[in-house]
């Protein structure tokens, strides 16, 4: 039992275990390499609209610092707890190592509900949220990114609370912040186009041609919505399913996505785009499909409905999508190709480390320059774990597991122990 213990850190500890009794790696060293660095909590008071006083719970959670500097998001969501946070740390640390990059995993966050505030209540919070974290976070030491509930408005506040303490301009402190504050072109889209891009990959593989395939698409926020717009206008692909927390929508004829796109532009949400091709959201996953895009929240396909996917590839653009039980019904099935979530999503990180070294450099590439070597890193992480599944006869998601778990391992021998 450990301040981490909970469902999400449960998870992550059991996929860590697994990797590990792979590998072989002794018992005493499994908690090194599972347990984070550092876990900062802070209690955020703010001046609400109302004139009373509310105090927010904040949580970073810097996984290891072995590689370099911690990397992650930060995620403003009602329920999110601490062991959450580590999870989604750990999570990074994994998908950091197997893409190459030269960071640790980092995650943070603060439990609030983003839609019921005020844009000068989520200003304040996010503020005082970084002022909070000054102590602990730096450019050479820990890096905060975008997740779910913020964006590069919050990524812009945190930038300017920083560099107000210092006394200058650190743009390097965030990543995902607007491109005219230090952002880089393709971060908005890096995630969604990784996504798509490396589904593309996986229907070489399972011998699906793009533009005959079906998607569905869960979560219609930044990841989802760009999976779905990428899929469809690059890759000709045919979306007859899309969600998001309000709403749920399915025609196997397929949807109209440039309605969906000036809707969402305009209500934020998919609720009330249409009564006609509604679907039980419950229901939407197991729907038949090519290709099925996770890519709300975590533990959405578990023992009890992975048994009922209907699609050939399951491309895991949030995080955490899978639970342990749910991978041991596919792997029994065989019939499904999965894009592990440390592979499928690390197109964000990725573009995130060309920001950070841009504004390291103070040289700045161009969208095509961004977007050409995303995909080079991409596909050589893929090329790297079909391999490993393939010689380890192992699954997708334990060779991204063993490839990172690996290289974190090598570089924590290598370094020694302190003192
Ligand atoms: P976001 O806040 O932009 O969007 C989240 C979406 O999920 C919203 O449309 C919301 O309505 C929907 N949603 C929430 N709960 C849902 C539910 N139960 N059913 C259906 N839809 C639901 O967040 P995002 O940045 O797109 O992140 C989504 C996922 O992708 C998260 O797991 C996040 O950790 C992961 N991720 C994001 C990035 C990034 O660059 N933003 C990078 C890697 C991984």
């Known amino acids: 039992?450990?301040?981490?213990?909970?469902?999400v850190f449960d998870m992550a500890r059991t996929q860590f275990e697994a990797t590990a009794d792979h590998l072989e790696i002794p018992l005493d060293d499994r908690k090194r390499l599972l347990y984070p660095k550092r876990a900062i909590s802070v209690s955020i008071p703010v001046h609400m609209d109302d004139g009373l006083t509310e105090v927010f719970q904040g949580y970073r959670v810097q996984h290891h610092l072995t590689l370099g500097p911690t990397k992650g998001g930060t995620r403003f969501s009602p329920t999110l707890d601490v062991g959450e946070v580590a999870a989604l740390a750990v999570w990074m640390s994994w998908k950091c190592a197997l893409a190459g990059l030269p960071y640790g995993g980092a995650k943070g966050g603060v439990a609030c509900n983003p839609s019921s505030l005020s844009r000068r209540e989520l200003e304040a919070i996010s503020r005082r949220y970084m002022q909070e974290m000054i102590p602990f976070v730096s450019p050479q030491t820990d890096v905060m990114a975008p997740d779910m509930g913020t964006n590069e408005q919050v990524m812009a506040w945190f930038m300017d609370t920083y560099s107000m303490h210092q006394g200058h301009a650190v743009s390097e402190i965030v990543t995902g912040k607007p491109v005219a504050l230090g952002g880089t072109e393709g971060r908005r889209e890096a995630t969604g186009r990784g996504v798509s891009f490396l589904v593309n990959e996986a229907c070489k593989v399972v011998g699906i041609q793009p533009s005959k395939a079906t998607a569905i698409i869960q979560g219609f926020g930044n990841v989802g919505s760009i999976s779905a717009y990428t899929l469809a206008r690059r890759y000709g692909m045919r979306v007859v399913g899309v969600s998001d927390h309000t709403a749920a929508y399915y025609d196997p004829a397929g949807l109209p996505l440039d309605g969906i796109e000036q809707h969402v532009?305009?209500?934020?949400?998919?609720?009330?785009?249409s009564n006609e091709a509604v679907i039980d959201p419950a229901i939407l996953l197991e729907q038949p499909c090519d290709v099925l895009v996770p890519a709300a929240t975590e533990q959405v396909i578990t023992g009890a409905n992975a048994g009922r996917l209907r699609c050939r590839v399951l491309a895991e653009g949030a995080n955490g999508p899978t639970t342990p039980e749910a991978d041991t019904v596919l792997s029994g099935r065989g019939d499904v190709f999965v894009i592990p979530d440390i592979l499928c999503n690390a197109g964000g990180v990725i573009v995130s480390y060309f920001e950070w070294v841009q504004d390291l450099q103070?040289?700045?590439?161009t969208e095509s320059e961004v977007n050409d070597r995303l995909e080079r890193l991409l596909l050589q992480a893929f090329n790297l774990v079909t391999r490993r599944s393939d010689g380890d006869r192992v699954s997708m998601r334990m060779a991204a597991m063993a490839i990172g778990v690996g290289r974190l391992r090598a570089g924590k021998q290598m370094r020694g122990l302190f003192p």
Request: net charge positive; proline share 5%; aromatic share 20%.
């Open 362 to 365: 103070r040289l700045f590439w």
């Open 265 to 273: 532009a305009r209500h934020g949400v998919l609720a009330s785009w």
């Open 1 to 7: 039992m450990t301040i981490y213990t909970g469902p």
